[in-house]
Structures are given as structure tokens and as C-alpha cells.
């Protein structure tokens, strides 16, 4: 199913317009409108609402509110209708990306170069809404929108912002961020990819090696790929342009089969003495720094984008429960053991949510430490994965139906708890932080 393009016209003037409203605003929170009480009449009390029991949205600017307004009803009226069959065919229609491109929702912190320039916060919004839909439409989000378009806007050459930015933020070229390897997961700095001097093309670079498990990289046009630097032996940054790989240098094969992240595209990347530009280079970043970096922005998005997918196995978990009768003609939703369950959920999606918001709004005031990114990252993967996976006991047998969307949650969300850093690397990051000592040597 396509987007109208008069449906998006109505959609993007919104949040571009919204964007631009936000920074003129952002400091000024929703709370600070009013709710005045008068002196003589009680405040009623208020009624509790289980979407968002500890009324977070009181926290946000009216701007941040009608960005993730904008970005939720795209991802309920756009792209939920796609979901089901693009996970059963392990496919990603690249339409998506230029449809959000469309609606700025692709770097959309980055101010210039087409981008919409939002807060971190409403950033962390635009992912939420994406992953209640699926994890794997976010995967190829954060990919172009932090992993590349992040690299590329902090560490990127004037030359190679105007190039590839404003295409990137249109969904007009696609990127893939290659750090992991076959024989270097968590541990990328031993990583054996290397760029030495071009035996005969002057002023290029011949990058050889393998990356594996890279996002969006079958049909990539722009993979930042890092690489060992031969004369300094420092890891350094490299943007690959498919269209100018000559044949047999650059292959990228998908990865198939998988049980999870079904809607996004794996693959591998292979390197052949592919002959870079030497312009294609991050001037300036050595070592893990430059991917690392990239890096904080993306696994601040997961935190906030796990509670999507959390929030949506709650709302998914709570209708069958009120719907289903068993005993008596009692709706499940009734016994104790279904309520623990959907308590325990929304406790997890509740806090998991604030802390996110809270480390956006340091991130904002560049008060942010990647320890905080590790914590929220970790524990809100964690907390939506044994969640997610509690309340699929909800659905009994009809849990394994892919009809009813839980278990595709599941599955992604397995994922998103081993990607950008395991959990227990999160850990031995915030061990490392806590007791002062190195546990990685
Ligand atoms: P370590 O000694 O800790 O650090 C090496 C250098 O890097 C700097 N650094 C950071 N800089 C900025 N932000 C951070 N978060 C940073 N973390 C470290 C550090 O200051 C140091 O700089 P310098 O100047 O002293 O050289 O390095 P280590 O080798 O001991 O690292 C250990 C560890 C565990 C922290 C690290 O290797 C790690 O995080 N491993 C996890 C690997 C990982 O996250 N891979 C992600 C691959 S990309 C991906 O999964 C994309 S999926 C996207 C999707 O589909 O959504
Ligand atoms: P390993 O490093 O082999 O780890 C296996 C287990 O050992 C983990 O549980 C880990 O926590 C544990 N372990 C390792 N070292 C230690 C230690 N010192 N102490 C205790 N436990 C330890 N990478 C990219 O570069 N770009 C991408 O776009 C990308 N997309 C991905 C998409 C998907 C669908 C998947 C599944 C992965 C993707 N990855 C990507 C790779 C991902 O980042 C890695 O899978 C992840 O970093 C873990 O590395 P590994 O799989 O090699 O596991």
C-alpha cells in the first residue's frame, strides 16, 4: 500500500512547520499553560489513565505533542496495514523511507540540510512511534537517521554534508553502518577490516574485509564503513558509494531465514580492494570515538523506541483479555494472575519511558553520558523483551497466530536486546563506570 501523495503533503507541512515552532519554544513545557485552580473550588481528581499512567505527556512541549501526534498517525494509518505481510515475505519496501523523508521524520534532530531540526526528546517520540509498529521499520529508521546521517553530520567534511544529507533526510539514498564483523562482535576494536593506499588509483584508498549482520545492507547506496587505517593502524571512518564500487569489490548479500527483525533487510558487506576516494574519509575521527558516537544516538533511540513496541503488546494484550471469556463466561481480564501481568507491563513501559525522557532532555542541554545512553538502553530492552514475552501467555494458543502481532514483538525485541551493544556489554559498561575498574582487558 503506497501513500497518497496528497495525504503526505497534508502531513508534512505539520511536523516541519511543528519543528521550527519547537525551537523557538522548546523550553516551555505544556505543564506551564495553566491548570490553575481557584482558590474556592477543588481540583477534581484526576482519572487515571493506563496509556500513560504517570502522565508523561504533561512533560512535553505542545510542539513535541503534535510531532508525535503527527509521526503516531502515519505509523497506525501507514504503515501498520503493511506490517504483517512484509514480515511473513522478509521484505522492506524502500517507499517507506521516502515517505518519511517526506514528512521529515529522517534526521530529524540535524538542523540544515533539509532536516527538521527537533528536539531530542521529539525525536525519541518519532521512534516510538514507529517501533509500535514494528522494530525492524525503527532498525532501518535509526540506521539512516543516527547511525549514518549522525556520523556523516558530526564527523563528515562540508563536501560530504551537502552531498549525502539532504537525500538522506528526503529517503532519496539509503544508508548501512558497517562495525560488526564475523569474528568481532561486541568487541569491534579488534576489528580487521583495513584501508591502505590504492596500489594505482592516486588519491584513492583500497578498503578489503568482511562486515556481517548490517542493516538495510543488501540495498544500501551509502555504507559508512569502518575500517583499520594501514599507516596508522587507527580505526577511521569510510563512506561507500554502491554506484561507484567497480564490479566485484562490493558485494552485499542479504542474510535470510531470520526469526526476527522480518521487516527490516540484513545483510553482509564484502570488500574486495574496493578503491575509496580519499575524500570519502571522516577527516578527523580516530578509534572507536567516531562509531561509538554514532552509536550514542542510536541506542538512545532503542530506549525510547522498546517502549512503542512495549506499549503496543500491552494495548494488543489488554483488548484480547477483556474480549476473551473462559470460567463462567469471564472475561480473562478479570483474574489476578492477567491483571499482575498487565501491571507489571505497564510499570516497566511507565518508568522506561520517563527515564528515556529525561536522559533527551540532558542530551538537549548536552548534559548527557553515554553510561546514562548504556542504562536506559539496557533496561528498557530488557524490561520490553521478559515483558513482552509474560503477556504473550495472554494470548494462549492464539500467541502462535502471527494474526495477533504479539509474537512478531517478541521476536524483534530479541533483537533489539542483542544489537548496539548485548545487554551484558550494557552492564560491564556500567560496571566499568560504577567501581572504576576495566572489565574488557
Ligand atoms: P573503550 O576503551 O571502552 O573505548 C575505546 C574508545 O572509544 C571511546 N568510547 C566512546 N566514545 C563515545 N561514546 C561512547 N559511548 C564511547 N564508548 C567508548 C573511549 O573513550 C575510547 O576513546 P580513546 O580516545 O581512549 O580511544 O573500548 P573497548 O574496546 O574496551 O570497548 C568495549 C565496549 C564493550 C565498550 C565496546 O566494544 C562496545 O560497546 N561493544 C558493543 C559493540 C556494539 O555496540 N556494536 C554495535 C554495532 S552497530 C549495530 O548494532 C547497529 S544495529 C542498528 C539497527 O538495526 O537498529
Ligand atoms: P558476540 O560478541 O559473539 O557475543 C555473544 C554473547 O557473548 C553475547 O551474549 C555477549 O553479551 C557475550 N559476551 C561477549 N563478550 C563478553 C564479555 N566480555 N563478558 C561477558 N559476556 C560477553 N552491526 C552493525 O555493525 N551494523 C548493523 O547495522 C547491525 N545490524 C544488526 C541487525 C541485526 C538483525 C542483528 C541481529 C545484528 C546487527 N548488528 C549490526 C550486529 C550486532 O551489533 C551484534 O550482533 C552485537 O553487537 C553482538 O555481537 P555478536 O553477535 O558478534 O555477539
Same mark, same amino acid.
Given at each position: 500500500m503506497q501513500l497518497e501523495a496528497t495525504e503526505l503533503n497534508m502531513l508534512r507541512p505539520l511536523l516541519r512547520n511543528v519543528a521550527k515552532q519547537s525551537v523557538a519554544?522548546?523550553?516551555?513545557?505544556?505543564?506551564?499553560r495553566g491548570f490553575a485552580t481557584s482558590a474556592s473550588a477543588p481540583a477534581p481528581t484526576p482519572a487515571f489513565n493506563w496509556e500513560d499512567p504517570l502522565n508523561?505527556?504533561?512533560?512535553?512541549t505542545e510542539e513535541e505533542i503534535s510531532i508525535s501526534e503527527t509521526a503516531e498517525a502515519y505509523c497506525q494509518e501507514r504503515i501498520l496495514p503493511r506490517v504483517l505481510q512484509a514480515y511473513r515475505d522478509e521484505n522492506?519496501?524502500?517507499q517507506i523511507l521516502e515517505e518519511m523523508g517526506e514528512l521529515g521524520?529522517?534526521?530529524?534532530?540535524?538542523?540544515?540540510?533539509?532536516?527538521?531540526?527537533?528536539?531530542s526528546v521529539a525525536s525519541g517520540l518519532i521512534t516510538k512511534a514507529v517501533e509500535r509498529v514494528d522494530s525492524g521499520y525503527r532498525s532501518a529508521m535509526s540506521v539512516q537517521s543516527a547511525l549514518v546521517m549522525g556520523g556523516i553530520e558530526e564527523f563528515g567534511t562540508q563536501e560530504q554534508k551537502d552531498k549525502f544529507l539532504p537525500k538522506m533526510a528526503k529517503g532519496k539514498l539509503l544508508g548501512a553502518f558497517g562495525l560488526t564483523e564475523p569474528n568481532h562482535g561486541?568487541?569491534?576494536?579488534?576489528?580487521e577490516a583495513i584501508a591502505k593506499p590504492?596500489?594505482?588509483?592516486?588519491?584513492y584508498l583500497s578498503l578489503s574485509g568482511s562486515k556481517t549482520?548490517?542493516?538495510?545492507? =543488501? /540495498? &544500501?547506496?551509502v555504507l559508512l564503513v569502518w575500517a583499520?587505517?594501514?599507516?596508522?593502524g587507527k580505526i577511521r571512518g569510510f563512506l561507500v558509494e554502491r554506484s561507484e564500487c567497480p564490479p566485484g569489490t562490493l558485494e552485499t548479500p542479504a542474510i535470510k531465514?531470520?526469526?526476527?527483525?522480518?521487516a527490516s533487510l540484513t545483510g553482509m558487506i564484502h570488500l574486495d580492494e574496493c578503491p575509496i576516494p580519499e575524500?570519502?574519509?571522516?577527516p578527523d575521527v580516530e578509534g572507536l570515538t567516531g562509531p561509538f558516537t554514532c552509536l550514542n544516538g542510536a541506542r538512545y533511540g532503542i530506549a525510547w523506541g522498546v517502549m512503542g513496541a512495549l506499549e503496543d503488546c500491552i494495548a494488543r494484550s489488554r483488548t484480547y483479555a477483556l474480549e476473551r471469556k473462559q470460567f463462567k463466561g469471564n =472475561? /480473562? &481480564?478479570?483474574y489476578q494472575l492477567v491483571q499482575k501481568k498487565l501491571a507489571d507491563a505497564t510499570t516497566d513501559a511507565t518508568y522506561g519511558t520517563l527515564a528515556a525522557l529525561q536522559v533527551g532532555r540532558l542530551k538537549d542541554q548536552g548534559k548527557a553520558t553515554p553510561e546514562m545512553i548504556s542504562m536506559i538502553k539496557r533496561q528498557n530492552c530488557d524490561r520490553a523483551l521478559s515483558n513482552a514475552r509474560t503477556l504473550?501467555?495472554?494470548?494462549?494458543?492464539?500467541?502462535?497466530?502471527?494474526?495477533?502481532g504479539i509474537g512478531r514483538h517478541v521476536a524483534n525485541l530479541f533483537v533489539t536486546q542483542t544489537y548496539e551493544g548485548q545487554s551484558d556489554i550494557h552492564s560491564l559498561i556500567l560496571g566499568r563506570a560504577i567501581t572504576g575498574l576495566q572489565a574488557f582487558v
Open positions: 519554544t522548546a523550553a516551555r513545557p505544556v505543564a506551564s508523561a505527556r504533561n512533560l512535553l522492506y519496501d524502500r521524520l529522517l534526521g530529524a534532530t540535524i538542523q540544515g540540510y533539509d532536516c527538521a531540526g527537533v528536539s561486541s568487541d569491534p576494536g579488534s576489528m590504492h596500489p594505482t588509483k592516486k588519491g549482520w548490517i542493516t538495510n545492507s =543488501p /540495498i &544500501a547506496d583499520k587505517y594501514q599507516e596508522t531465514d531470520k526469526n526476527g527483525l522480518r575524500a570519502n574519509m571522516f =472475561p /480473562i &481480564a478479570k504473550q501467555e495472554v494470548f494462549g494458543g492464539n500467541a502462535v497466530s502471527d494474526e495477533y
